[in-house]
């Protein structure tokens, strides 16, 4: 029986990485293979970014998908994604594509993030009121950050609320947390995980968010907002600033246009869902999910100047709805979900992929996983 019951393991854990077997290597230039990971309807797909992001191949991940979070451990050298099908905590080797762990915590693990030295990584859970602090090789929780639910708006509510999406400071000393329709940004010490302090409140419910590498700034889409709002991280020389900035974004007139009957009912119940600040701190980049844009601010100055609009639709008659966006590890391009491949600094689309929401940069070297983006 013992013997059978490995063999099935085995066979489960062969079926969970297929393609290992096959698997493709990137191409190398100046020493590293950059990889770029995508999670797609029932696993991951694997892009190239040197070699014009070409595919090179496709891990299915069975009873699996509806993934709401990617990160990854380079001390590990393991990758994490969440699935809301049977609300797994799932952990991939780099090395072999192969599934070494699958962990039920609670209900709807969402958008999580590992702290930088690799060890603990601090996942949401959506119909839950709390983070829990994750030990990245095991799997196992080591803490418990308690943080709220949050209250459904009486008009246009969004659906599932609480615990949301995460942010960890370049140190790994502070977690950045977001709770649906909770106006804040919560903080809690990753020492003591305890919440230390909030920056807000904001306009509305706090959706994406992200934050300056040195924790002045927060950038946050929020609720019926196109655009995005920004807080202080601290009040003079007290942890917990207010709001400072709101951004209204505007839609160019001839999208507005080309779609004269949007839906009512928005992707992600809001106009913006989808922000992140560019590797070298200078822009600001947000989506606009309705008329399938992404627009780049110059947050150099404040208010944030506007840059560009960068439209993700290949013609006029596609309607993309992007939903997040993300940056490569050296700033070069920029990654909404919409199916495009920007170059940041020429705001032109320089490839088309089917890109998710959930998709990370792992680069390699001599085949071992050495540095890893985020969400």
Known sequence: MKRLIALFAAGWLGAAGLGAASKSNGKEVDGLERLLYVTDKSGISVYDINDGHKLLRRIDIPNTGAYKGIAASMRYGLLYFTSNVEDDLIALDLKTDQVVWKKKH???PDSMMVTPDGRTMYVPYRDE???LAVDCKTGEPKAKIQVGRGKNYDVDPIGSIGPHNTWI????TRVYMEVLTEPWVYVADTKTNQRIFKVGPFSKGVRPFTVTDDEKLVF???DALLGFEVGAVKDGAKWGGGMLHRVEAKTPPERLKQIPNPPRRKPHS???HGINISPDQKEVWVVDGVYGYVYAY???VMPPKFVAAVPLFKDPGEQPHPGWISFSLDGKYVYPDGGAVIDAKTKQIVARIPTSEKLIEIDFKNGKPVRAGHR
């Open 106 to 108: 609670g209900k709807y």
């Open 270 to 272: 809001t106009p913006s």
């Open 129 to 131: 009121d709390y983070w």
């Open 298 to 300: 110059d947050v150099t």
């Open 169 to 172: 400071n370049p140190a790994g």
């Open 220 to 222: 946050a889409n929020v």
